[in-house]
């Protein structure tokens, strides 16, 4: 039996473990969000190796999708070149999606596209298929930005007006989210309005709301395969407890559905 291209045993021991129940402190639910990550990176996410399909993906039971398209290394073809991998976007989708029960569909394996920038790419024609088949109201599109970045997290949502947003109905909710930890949120250096990113691809073609996250490596990797950086743990659980509340905040949003006038 294989989950997305991941031999089940693995992905049981790894990914599948039972939620903890926070009991008094949270300190060791939180260890255990740090270990999960670090064990599906080390594990799980083969940064140089390829392999058919590269990605991986794992059903939720709210409509919510979480996508993490450079989590190994990926070539920009139109660019010609090679680029590295935003380090453990894959394991926090990951651990994302244990944690709220939303849809995941990452980068597990080198791939010779880029699925998030490169039009036609076999990662979106599967995530199509994850919204149709699931009826998929929201996607939150993770990406990693270098740590010497002036930001913790940079949300883009294509415009700040809201007939071009690609997230009018939930911009509230990130506001709040991240209320009090980075002063301006949207769109700095990565507003995702390019034609080929997974945000402008779930507004555009599959008319359904995205927004794209940057977020700086010292608030995401526990700890790097290829070098000796470490983040602060402390600055990695805050990141990864505002995107929780973010995504229960926003399929509650959903089930409640619009405000009645």
């Known amino acids: 039996m294989r989950i997305a291209g991941i031999p089940f045993l693995a992905w049981a021991v790894l990914f599948l473990l039972p939620m903890?129940?926070?009991?008094?402190?949270?300190?060791?639910?939180?260890?255990?969000?740090?270990?999960?990550?670090?064990?599906?990176?080390?594990?799980?996410?083969?940064?140089?190796?390829?392999?058919?399909?590269y990605y991986?993906?794992?059903?939720?039971?709210?409509?919510?999708?979480?996508?993490a398209p450079h989590g190994a290394k990926h070539f920009r073809t139109s660019?010609?070149?090679w680029k590295k991998e935003d380090a453990y976007t894959s394991s926090l989708a990951l651990e994302l999606g244990r944690?709220?029960?939303?849809?995941?569909?990452?980068l597990k394996n080198k791939a010779g596209e880029d699925p998030n920038n490169d039009r036609g790419t076999a990662y979106k024609e599967f995530?199509?298929?994850?919204?149709?088949?699931?009826?998929?109201?929201?996607?939150?599109?993770?990406?990693?930005?270098d740590?010497?970045?002036?930001?913790?997290v940079d949300v883009g949502i294509m415009d700040d007006a809201v007939a071009r947003c690609s997230c009018p109905t939930f911009r509230p909710l990130f506001e709040k989210a991240f209320a009090g930890f980075e002063p301006e949120l949207f769109n700095k250096d990565f507003p995702?309005?390019?034609?080929?990113?997974?945000?402008?691809?779930?507004?555009?073609?599959?008319?359904?709301?995205?927004?794209?996250v940057e977020i700086n490596a010292?608030?995401?990797?526990?700890?790097?395969?290829t070098t000796e950086f470490r983040a602060d743990p402390e600055r990695v659980l805050a990141m990864v407890r505002r995107l929780e509340t973010l995504i229960l905040e926003i399929d509650r949003a959903i089930a409640e559905g619009p405000p009645r006038g």
């Open 147 to 152: 740590g010497r970045r002036p930001f913790k």
């Open 127 to 145: 995530l199509k298929k994850v919204v149709e088949e699931n009826n998929i109201r929201f996607v939150l599109d993770l990406h990693g930005a």
């Open 20 to 53: 903890q129940v926070a009991m008094g402190s949270r300190a060791e639910p939180d260890m255990e969000t740090l270990r999960h990550m670090r064990e599906i990176e080390f594990a799980l996410i083969e940064y140089d190796t390829e392999a058919h399909p």
């Open 218 to 225: 010292s608030y995401r990797i526990v700890e790097s395969k």
């Open 99 to 106: 944690l709220t029960g939303a849809h995941v569909l990452y």
């Open 56 to 67: 991986g993906y794992v059903k939720g039971s709210i409509p919510i999708l979480i996508s």
């Open 192 to 212: 995702a309005h390019k034609g080929g990113t997974i945000t402008s691809f779930a507004r555009n073609n599959l008319g359904i709301e995205a927004a794209q």
């Open 79 to 81: 660019e010609g070149r």
